[in-house]
């Protein structure tokens, strides 16, 4: 039987082992989303400064991190990109592909994405009923 029940008044965050798990987790998820022909375009041209900004705000802001993420609310961030369902799909599996690598627990990758599904609304771009 595992007793750990520490681990339930830890974040997700500290769990799977804090910032060096993450920014592994982070190299990672670059990689995958840029080696994908689906959505390398949509970064075409992002600084690289914001583009790391981009995937820690992801990861650490939906394993509970402690991140004061400043920037942008999502859906702003996200507005006139045309991001259609299956690209936000795309991205939701290139992170558990790095969490999965990294050895993250299933647990844990559940919550991640459940986290990241709520999201959805404000970054996939809904087509308003034309008019
Ligand atoms: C799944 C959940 C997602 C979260 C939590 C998220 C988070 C963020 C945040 C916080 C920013 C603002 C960065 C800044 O202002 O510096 C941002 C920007 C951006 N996101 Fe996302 N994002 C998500 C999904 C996506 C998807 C699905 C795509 C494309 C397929 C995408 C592409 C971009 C791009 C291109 C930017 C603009 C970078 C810039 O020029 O500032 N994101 N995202």
Redesign the pocket.
Known sequence: MTNQPDLEERSDYAAVGGGPAIAAVVDRFYVLVLADDR?RG??DG?EMV??K??QV??VS??MGGPVS?A??D?RE??EG?S?SPE??VS??EHLVTALTDAGVEPAIIDRVVAT?AG?EAD?VETRPAAG
């Open positions: 959505l949509f970064f992002v914001r583009l900004r981009h705000a992801l802001q939906v993420y920037g942008r999502l961030a996200h990109m991001i690209d936000f991205v939701a990241i999201t970054i």
